[in-house]
């Protein structure tokens, strides 16, 4: 069931107490200044700038526009501290928006609002100015996610800046204004923040040649570069001055004519891999005409579509040349250097600015690489490959084919090695059947020891000999060269061996056999070098013979054949020698050292046996933390490992009050 209230009925008494009110609003209105209501109203503006709906964001700065037109024409004119205000909610603005489209359009529109002051140019610096006294002091909390919209949004600020100079002819009170403005902002002597201090440094000139487009003299450029020469001269931060030196000065001598021919010249040089050893030596040479179609008229280039930012795509970047006088730069660094006090490291890189310029304004381009250092003879490339040659030769030269051999796996060596008849290989020609074996892929290079070795046998001398010497040294070789059945090859005869049994020779055999010369095996015979001469009388002598060691020459007169047995025979022979000379005592001493294969004795003293005192007992006794069990005992140390630093106690802990754990 609906019920409705009955309407109440208005009383002479109740309309009487709201006249009232309404005339204690009008009275309090009346009391409040227009000050107050003009920042009350700002406020309002900026709360409907920084709230959260899209939609009022939006609404907003579509009325500001409208609002500032409005307001510089009214009785009360910007300040700062307003525009300070207003750039606090377009600030969070800026920081909410989203997508890099909204963001670009969104930063448009608040650069565009220089030129909505009615042409009041001084609300139009104030509110850059006040920008940049924002940015400066918000700059330190912008993330890195946000940082690129915000940079983009100073670099539109400042371009239209620009733009409104340029409207009003470059005057100068107006630059000496905007000047002052920024050196009390972002070109401070110290800076809030440096990374917005280095884009500013960055962007400046790029975007003063963009808005100028070629209708700006040399004395106004130098007026927007006295600033930043002051700055250089008074800044102590050392990547601040580097970067006003390469971005402000250095950019002005590189976008110059000179600097222009000097970089087309260095391209084409580094392009051609630097052929001379100095950049002097290129010079640039045209072809005297002009491209031509069949028709005979002159193809001129589609013009490409032009950009004032960097875009993906095929567009361009148009930044015209700013005129340059080199003398009005060194007219105030002279100045600088005269008329203040700086130290040591200060002057010296004031005065290379001073030469760089004066190198400059004598038609000289004095920044770049001019000579690069040439190597005569070979190329770099040359060397290199020379190099890896005669390693890869050096290494056949040591390793030969074992490195090759090493190259295979287990069993294609073991099959390789397996395939060779090793009778027919001896040392000159082991090279050649290893190589020939090996697969094709790694019978390149077979050159290495039999090339050392060739160079051995070229040195040896060959002299001519008769046939029955021929025959004598033939047959001797053939039986040396027959296997004997079961016979062990001979010990290495250079190092003696001692202590090993010697074979006696009988004084009668060794004198028949001392004609007669020793035999060796065929590997020794084929290192040996002899050179055979032969005489008139077909007499063979012995240029060179190997050395003997002595230990197969036979017995002379009066020597003596010595067997020494080995290590292990000897101490046997020791042992045996002391177990028989020495007899078995009948008692032995009661103290003395059982011998081996004698019972074991041991000998318990209990002289030096003491009763254990009690005191001894009952500090053991004390001293246990278990024995006996003390139930309010605690222990000395914690059995958990304590941390470096103690931390607090968990804060739901109900127990004692305690600051920190008691752990260490």
Request: contains cysteine; hydrophobic residues 35%; aromatic residues 8%.
């Amino acid at each position: 069931m609906v019920t409705r209230k009955k309407p109440v009925k208005r009383t002479a008494e109740v309309a009487a107490i709201d006249k009232d009110e309404e005339d204690e609003q009008q009275a309090t209105q009346a009391k409040v200044p227009k000050e107050v209501l003009v920042i009350a109203q700002e406020v309002k503006i900026v709360r409907a700038l920084a709230c959260n709906d899209v939609v009022k964001r939006n609404r907003q700065i579509r009325k500001l526009r409208k609002w500032f037109k409005l307001r510089a024409s009214s009785s009360f004119p910007f300040t700062e501290e307003d525009f300070m205000r207003i750039w606090k909610g377009l600030y969070y603005n800026m920081w909410m928006s989203d997508k890099p489209l909204v963001q670009e359009e969104l930063a448009e529109q608040l650069a565009q609002m220089v030129d909505s002051f009615d042409g009041n140019t001084s609300c139009s610096l104030a509110y850059f100015s006040a920008f940049m006294r924002t940015m400066c002091q918000e700059f330190f909390g912008i993330d890195q996610w946000r940082v690129d919209k915000f940079l983009m949004l100073v670099r539109r600020m400042l371009r239209y800046v620009l733009r409104l100079l340029k409207q009003n002819k470059w005057s100068a009170d107006l630059i000496e204004k905007f000047n002052t403005s920024m050196q009390q902002s972002v070109l401070a002597e110290q800076p809030k923040s440096r990374g917005l201090t280095m884009h500013y440094l960055d962007i400046f000139f790029e975007e003063l040649a963009k808005a100028a487009d070629g209708e700006i003299t040399a004395a106004q450029v130098n007026l927007f570069l006295r600033p930043f020469v002051t700055y250089l001269a008074t800044q102590r931060d050392v990547k601040l001055v580097a970067q006003c030196r390469t971005r402000v000065l250095y950019h002005l001598l590189y976008q110059s004519d000179l600097g222009r021919e000097y970089s087309d010249k260095y391209n084409a040089w580094k392009l051609m891999g630097f052929p001379t050893a100095s950049i002097d030596d290129i010079e640039k040479l045209d072809s005297g005409f002009d491209e031509e179609d069949d028709e005979g008229n002159t193809e001129e280039e589609p013009a490409r579509p032009t950009s004032l930012d960097p875009r993906a795509g095929n567009v361009d970047v148009h930044m015209p040349e700013l005129p340059l006088n080199a003398d009005c730069v060194l007219d105030e660094l002279q100045t600088l250097i005269r008329t203040n006090e700086y130290n040591s490291k200060k002057r010296k890189s004031l005065r290379k600015l001073i030469q760089i310029f004066e190198t400059y304004k004598g038609g000289e381009f004095p920044l770049g690489v001019r000579t690069m250092p040439k190597v005569e003879g070979q190329t770099l490339a040359e060397m290199v490959e020379q190099k890896v040659a005669d390693i890869e030769e050096m290494e056949d030269e040591v390793f030969g084919t074992g490195r090759k051999l090493k190259k295979l796996n287990k069993s294609k060596r073991k099959r390789l090695l397996q395939s060779i008849n090793f009778e027919e290989v001896d040392e000159h020609n082991y090279d050649e059947v290893i190589g020939k074996a090996l697969p094709p892929e790694l019978q390149k290079k077979v050159k290495h020891n039999a090339k050392v070795r060739s160079s051995i046998n070229n040195a040896w001398v060959v002299e001519e000999v008769n046939e029955a010497d021929e025959a004598a040294v033939a047959a001797e070789i053939k039986e040396d060269s027959e296997p004997k059945p079961k016979a062990k090859k001979p010990k290495k005869q250079d190092q003696p061996k001692p202590k090993k049994e010697i074979k006696a020779k009988k004084e009668e055999q060794s004198k028949n056999k001392k004609d007669e010369q020793p035999k060796s095996d065929v590997k020794e015979q084929n290192e040996a070098k002899v050179d055979v001469q032969v005489s008139e009388t077909g007499e063979e002598k012995s240029a060179e013979s190997k050395p003997s060691n002595g230990w197969d020459a036979p017995l002379e007169p009066g020597e003596e054949e010595i067997f020494v047995p080995s290590r292990k025979q000897q101490l046997k022979q020791a042992n045996s020698k002391i177990q028989k000379s020495t007899p078995k005592p009948a008692a032995r001493a009661q103290f003395s050292t059982p011998q081996p294969g004698g019972a074991k004795r041991v000998r318990i003293v209990t002289k030096c046996n003491s009763a254990y005192p009690k005191s001894d007992y009952y500090r053991q006794l004390k001293l246990s933390p278990q024995l006996p069990y003390d139930a309010d005992r605690q222990p000395g140390k914690s059995a958990l490992k304590p941390h470096v630093l103690p931390g607090p106690i968990h804060p739901n802990y109900k127990g004692a009050k305690r600051l920190f754990n008691d752990t260490l």
